[in-house]
């Protein structure tokens, strides 16, 4: 019998006494009271302090994942997926409409990606085999910074071996404790520890709200040196854009540096998938640093910034996560190389994605179903309001055979839970529209039985 169903079969109390127990003492290990001998160098320290199962994020995590068995929600994270996961998936030999890849332009696997990698890997093999400054470079990273400059037409890119290290390190290379680093209080888990490693005053204002901004900046601006504004160009999780020629005017009356993260914007927004910038007719150079990451339309990994040479410069030869981390591979730039011209060549792709967007936002607003902040874009949140119906709807849509993933608290608030749909070129507006139609039906299921728990847990 598996846990999750050992776990059903226990009586309420038990069930409780479990987590009562889990949370008091961790999943195992060895009794924290017990402490070595007075003479030792080390009395007082406790043997649970050599134990990874009394580690306190470990501990929560059991208890949410005990909870999770105890209603009925299967872990939806880690699936194993048997081959290229596009408008559908295999997972388990069972086919699924998937809406939880980032492929957003429908590039991954096909013909000229593929071609391009093998291509990469039978002349340079698989490994960059060290840092680009002391192992070198390969063609297929230089046809890919240039490519990326001349897209955003600035004038030098650099490109990292991982998106999230590529925010951390530009960041905290820029900045120290004499600035400051306002950013939108929705920003990507890598520019809030890039913000913290660089040791300058960090204030988030809240989500694109710019009257904010503009006193948090008229406040604080003068006291530091420099100063970094940061925001997404098509937000992670809610699906919405930032006032960019706003942006711009305010950095430049504080005299700052903007920073905009485009991950899931290259490719996505604007009439050809230029990014935010094409969006708003506004000068790409009125950005001092456009960052963005190539594991999403790009099908490769890794991120870039693509600045001013100046800037660029200084962290090819400065920043750590790039002088002492190893060249992303070759055949990973080259295709990812092979992804930009086809996104120039092609803007049907990203035309394609918007119409199935609007289309989403449209199909659910019809169904009823709350669509959030969420423009039309690649990103499309399902507000559920409540990370318990998130979970639970994620699992009921699975048993439908629909793979979309639940963003639940600490990811976001608690009211602002949700199903989050990356929608793709690979989809049809019929799968759009069967997947919606099955999130009608069982969101009041869903809610009936979430609210069943909290009356049980109210009377116990
Ligand atoms: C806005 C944003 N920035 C940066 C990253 C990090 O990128 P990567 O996953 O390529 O490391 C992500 C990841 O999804 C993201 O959503």
Same mark, same amino acid.
């Given at each position: 019998?598996?846990?999750?169903?050992?776990?059903?079969?226990?009586?309420? &109390?038990?069930? =409780?006494?479990?987590?009562?127990?889990?949370?008091?003492?961790?999943?195992?290990?060895?009794?924290?009271?017990?402490?070595?001998?007075?003479?030792?160098?080390?009395a007082?320290?406790?043997?649970?302090?050599?134990?990874?199962?009394?580690?306190?994020? %470990?501990?929560?995590?059991?208890?949410?994942?005990?909870?999770?068995?105890?209603?009925?929600?299967?872990?939806?994270?880690?699936?194993?997926?048997?081959?290229l996961?596009?408008?559908?998936?295999?997972?388990?030999?069972? +086919?699924?409409? =998937?809406?939880?890849?980032?492929?957003y332009?429908?590039?991954?696997?096909?013909?000229?990606?593929?071609?391009?990698?093998?291509?990469?890997?039978?002349? %340079?093999?698989?490994?960059?085999?060290?840092?680009?400054?002391?192992?070198?470079?390969?063609?297929?990273?230089?046809?890919?910074?240039?490519?990326?400059?001349?897209?955003?037409?600035?004038?030098?890119?650099?490109?990292?071996?991982?998106?999230?290290?590529?925010?951390?390190?530009?960041?905290?290379?820029?900045?120290?404790?004499?600035?400051?680093?306002v %950013?939108?209080?929705?920003?990507?888990?890598?520019i809030?520890?890039?913000?913290?490693?660089?040791?300058?005053?960090?204030?988030?204002?809240?989500?694109n709200?710019?009257?904010?901004?503009?006193?948090?900046?008229?406040?604080?601006?003068?006291?530091?040196?420099?100063?970094?504004?940061?925001?997404?160009?098509?937000?992670?999780?809610?699906?919405?854009?930032p006032?960019?020629?706003?942006?711009? +005017?305010?950095?430049?009356? %504080?005299?700052?540096?903007?920073?905009?993260?485009?991950?899931?914007?290259?490719?996505?927004?604007? &009439?050809?998938?230029?990014?935010?910038?094409?969006?708003f007719?506004?000068?790409?150079?009125?950005?001092?640093i456009?960052?963005?990451?190539?594991?999403?339309?790009?099908?490769?990994?890794?991120?870039?910034?693509?600045?001013?040479?100046?800037?660029?410069?200084?962290?090819?030869?400065?920043?750590?996560g790039?002088?002492?981390?190893?060249?992303?591979?070759?055949?990973?730039?080259?295709?990812?190389a092979e992804?930009?011209?086809?996104?120039?060549? +092609?803007?049907?792709?990203?035309?394609?994605?918007?119409?199935?967007?609007?289309?989403?936002?449209?199909?659910?607003?019809?169904?009823?179903?709350?669509?959030?902040h969420?423009?039309?874009?690649?990103?499309?949140?399902?507000?559920?309001?409540n990370?318990?119906v998130?979970?639970?709807l994620?699992?009921?849509?699975?048993?439908?055979?629909?793979?979309?993933?639940?963003?639940?608290?600490?990811?976001?608030?608690?009211?602002?839970?949700?199903?989050?749909?990356?929608?793709?070129?690979?989809?049809s507006?019929?799968?759009?529209?069967?997947?919606?139609?099955?999130?009608?039906?069982?969101?009041?299921?869903?809610?009936?039985?979430?609210?069943?728990?909290?009356?049980?847990?109210?009377? &116990?």
């Open positions: 019998m598996s846990d999750s169903k050992k776990f059903s079969k226990l009586s309420a &109390k038990a069930k =409780n006494s479990l987590i009562a127990k889990m949370s008091k003492s961790g999943s195992g290990g060895g009794d924290p009271r017990r402490v070595p001998s007075r003479r030792s160098p080390v007082g320290i406790h043997d649970s302090m050599c134990d990874f199962n009394q580690l306190p994020g %470990y501990k929560e995590l059991k208890i949410h994942q005990t909870i999770a068995m105890q209603t009925g929600i299967m872990e939806p994270y880690f699936l194993c997926h048997d081959g996961a596009k408008g559908t998936t295999s997972i388990g030999g069972e +086919e699924y409409l =998937n809406f939880s890849t980032y492929d332009l429908g590039l991954n696997g096909t013909e000229r990606l593929n071609n391009a990698a093998c291509d990469a890997i039978k002349r %340079y093999g698989t490994s960059a085999s060290a840092s680009r400054l002391v192992s070198g470079e390969r063609p297929p990273h230089r046809e890919l910074e240039r490519g990326l400059a001349d897209f955003y037409r600035t004038e030098d890119c650099l490109v990292f071996v991982s998106g999230h290290a590529t925010n951390i390190w530009t960041i905290s290379q820029l900045l120290n404790r004499n600035d400051m680093i %950013y939108d209080a929705l920003s990507h888990n890598s809030i520890h890039g913000a913290k490693m660089s040791g300058a005053t960090r204030i988030a204002y809240p989500h709200d710019y009257d904010a901004l503009e006193r948090l900046l008229a406040e604080n601006r003068a006291a530091h040196k420099r100063c970094l504004i940061v925001t997404e160009g098509l937000f992670s999780m809610d699906g919405d854009l006032d960019l020629p706003r942006l711009i +005017e305010q950095k430049s009356r %504080y005299k700052s540096f903007l920073m905009v993260d485009e991950a899931h914007a290259l490719g996505i927004v604007g &009439k050809t998938g230029h990014g935010v910038a094409e969006y007719g506004v000068d790409f150079n009125d950005v001092d456009w960052m963005g990451t190539l594991s999403k339309s790009m099908c490769g990994c890794g991120g870039y910034i693509a600045s001013r040479k100046a800037f660029t410069e200084y962290l090819k030869y400065s920043a750590p790039f002088v002492y981390s190893v060249g992303m591979p070759p055949a990973l730039a080259a295709t990812s992804a930009l011209r086809i996104l120039v060549e +092609e803007p049907e792709r990203p035309a394609r994605v918007q119409e199935l967007g609007r289309f989403f936002v449209q199909e659910a607003k019809r169904l009823g179903l709350d669509t959030g969420g423009q039309g874009y690649a990103v499309a949140p399902l507000i559920v309001g990370s318990l998130a979970g639970l994620s699992t009921a849509m699975h048993k439908r055979k629909v793979n979309v993933l639940p963003i639940i608290y600490p990811a976001v608030e608690d009211s602002a839970a949700r199903l989050r749909f990356f929608l793709s070129y690979s989809h507006k019929e799968q759009i529209s069967r997947a919606l139609s099955i999130v009608a039906e069982e969101l009041p299921k869903v809610r009936k039985l979430a609210t069943s728990f909290s009356d049980e847990s109210a009377s &116990k």
